[in-house]
């Protein structure tokens, strides 16, 4: 059995409005493990931003566990999150969340600046390297205004693989995209799956959980199916399928 | 976060908004230049009083006679006649920190020659007065030791008394002039110094023997005032104190009784002009101050909306794995680094201006090294103080929120 990336035991995540108290999550329990391409689905109001939140250290669960690759995160500090942030998670946005007027190799290096283990020449290294993989090795110093959506979206996702990251956390990070794009992204993450990362993907696209290896489904604070998909697309494919634009 | 980091990140931000920083950095720039300009013109003025007092020799130390209450009555310092020959033998014999001493004596009075007269003072003193007064001669020479112990009619004037009763060009040396109807014979004319600092005329004197002066035109025996120079300027003040010692013995003044004398240097003199100089200074800077202080309100004013419109990026920054801290140091550094560049700045307009000031003006001017070196930390302290709350802001965002601002 291959490593355990995510463990988390009865979480659950109460948000107080006034005199009212909303269940967020009302006690959810799953494993991640390692190699794993996770969709989380669910329409809005079923908990899946606060699910994301929570794996993404970004926010403590009221009660309950969660472990990331071994690490036990309640009762860590806001700077002990925000190393883990660091070390062990790959954020992807819907919106890109690039810096504006900076250019895609110091967007990619920015999660390595606040690691002080890497020096300057390796975190240049790491990013033209984090870049290459995205397949915008000839993009480095072009500033997102200059980059279209799909290849900002990329250069978000080598800021997300820079670190090193035990998993990779997108958050609708096709919501932006139009179809085909899309199923570029996909397919690049379907490839940087096959290369052993672990990528947990949060979406309500249903068709974005096809290229998926496990679905979880939420709704109203509750996992209602958590289901291995063995009939994964594959991305390429259903790329090749579209019909052709006119350029 | 390593601090080179930092640095970087923050030049970037200001890079990316040249305009925006430029004008924040203005308040600064105004506020120090104006700053350094201020205390240049007031330590300007203050050494151009000190220069003047120096010309009147500032080794120069006044010893005149204190009041007194003579049968209940209080005397006038003029009217005392505490201060006597004895009095400036044991100064000259006993002083250490001395090098020249002279007796004065003065009273006013009218030159004459010929048909011309003029109202001038008569200074009576030995031939050190020169020496002690820094001033030399143009003409003929100073009357000597011996000419005083006889109490010769001899006379060295000055270049106002010259002017006004020798009209006519000829040569004073060698000419018999009258003060009070007593003859003198005119053996030198005094350099011509100008007006002092207090608007006195230093040419305007005739200056006699002191013996002459004391038996053939005052009709006394006593000093108005002993005047002296010492070693140094440094050393005045001690001469201050030895010359205070010597007449207290020689007053033989007991150790609860007051001085019965003043003693003076240039020192105290320059301190006291300089004093005016001083609040003027002080009020000119208060105001340069408050305009350094509005300039660091703007830079916090550019902060607080700085970070509002990056609320995203600060998200983003806190999701990577930036901790509150380094999110704190990036916009202080910020903060710290548009003052300091605003002070760099203001220095150099600072400096400039001053050179205007000097040349098209010419009012006197000194930059104190001081003045740089207060306004610069003046202008870091201000980026600290009014960087901190926003950047301090910034920090506590929470990332979640912080991601989803728009």
């Not at chain 1, 109460?14 to 391409?37: R, W």
């Not at chain 2, 105001?287 to 609320?311: D, F």
Request: net charge negative.
């Amino acid at each position: 059995m291959s490593k355990e990336i995510i463990k988390i035991q009865d979480l659950k995540r109460d948000f107080t409005m006034g005199t009212e108290t909303v269940h967020a999550l009302k006690g959810i329990s799953c494993t991640i493990n390692e190699g794993e391409f996770v969709t989380i689905m669910g329409s809005s109001g079923s908990g899946k931003s606060t699910m994301l939140n929570i794996l993404g250290c970004l926010d403590q669960p009221t009660s309950g566990t969660y472990e990331i690759d071994g690490v036990k995160v309640k009762d860590l500090s806001r700077n002990e999150l925000a190393t883990i942030r660091n070390e062990k998670i790959g954020f992807i946005f819907q919106s890109y969340n690039l810096l504006a007027r900076t250019s895609a190799i110091e967007n990619v290096e920015l999660p390595l600046l606040y690691n002080s283990k890497v020096s300057t020449e390796e975190r240049r290294e790491r990013a033209i390297k984090a870049l290459e993989m995205v397949g915008l090795a000839d993009r480095l110093h072009h500033t997102p205004s200059q980059l279209s959506g799909g290849q900002q979206q990329r250069v978000a996702i080598a800021r997300s693989l820079v670190n090193n990251p035990v998993m990779i956390l997108a958050d609708e990070a096709t919501g932006n995209l139009d179809t085909r794009t899309s199923y570029e992204i996909m397919s690049l993450f379907q490839e940087l799956n096959k290369q052993g990362i672990t990528i947990t993907f949060v979406t309500h696209e249903p068709d974005i959980a096809t290229f998926s290896s496990r679905t979880i489904v939420l709704k109203d604070g509750n996992i209602i199916q958590d289901y291995l998909n063995d009939n994964i697309q594959s991305a390429a494919e259903e790329l090749a399928k579209l019909p052709k634009e006119d350029h | 976060m390593r601090i080179l980091n930092l640095l970087k990140i923050a030049y970037k931000a200001i890079v990316l908004n040249k305009l925006r920083t430029l004008l924040t950095m203005l308040g600064i720039i105004i506020g120090v230049a104006s700053v350094i300009a201020m205390l240049a013109i007031g330590e300007g003025s203050k050494e151009s009083i000190r220069s003047t007092i120096s010309s009147m020799g500032s080794n120069m130390i006044t010893i005149r006679p204190g009041e007194d209450v003579r049968g209940g009555v209080r005397q006038d310092a003029s009217a005392m006649e505490s201060l006597t020959l004895d009095d400036y033998y044991a100064i000259k014999e006993k002083a250490e920190l001395l090098t020249y001493v002279s007796p004065l004596v003065d009273g006013g009075g009218q030159v004459i020659n010929g048909s011309n007269n003029w109202p001038s003072t008569i200074y009576g003193v030995n031939p050190e007065y020169l020496d002690i007064k820094v001033v030399g001669l143009q003409s003929g020479s100073m009357f000597t030791d011996p000419e005083v112990k006889s109490a010769s009619k001899v006379a060295v004037i000055g270049q106002t008394v010259v002017d006004n009763i020798f009209s006519d060009g000829t040569d004073p040396v060698g000419q018999m002039i009258r003060f009070n109807n007593i003859p003198f014979m005119v053996i030198g004319v005094l350099e011509e110094k100008g007006e002092n600092t207090f608007g006195q005329d230093q040419d305007d004197v005739v200056i006699a023997p002191y013996t002459t002066v004391q038996k053939r035109i005052l009709a006394i025996d006593h000093l108005n005032q002993i005047i002296a120079s010492s070693i140094s300027e440094e050393d005045a003040p001690n001469a201050v104190g030895e010359v205070t010692e010597i007449l207290r013995a020689q007053h033989k003044l007991s150790a609860t009784e007051d001085d019965d004398f003043y003693v003076r240097s240039m020192e105290e003199l320059i301190s006291t002009f300089s004093s005016t100089s001083e609040m003027l200074t002080i009020l000119l800077v208060a105001v340069a101050g408050i305009s350094l202080l509005i300039g660091g309100i703007g830079i916090m004013n550019i902060m607080y909306v700085s970070v509002k419109e990056r609320t995203k990026e600060i998200g983003l920054r806190m999701a990577v794995g930036g901790k509150g801290s380094d999110i704190l140091m990036q916009f202080l550094i910020e903060a710290i680094l548009i003052s300091i560049t605003g002070g760099v700045l203001g220095v150099i307009l600072g400096l400039g201006a001053t050179v205007f000031i000097e040349k098209f003006l010419h009012w006197p001017t000194s930059v104190a090294l001081y003045s740089i070196i207060i306004s610069f930390a003046v202008c870091a302290v201000t980026g600290i103080f009014f960087g901190w709350y926003p950047a301090r802001k910034a920090s506590v965002l929470d990332p979640i929120t912080a991601l989803r601002y728009e």
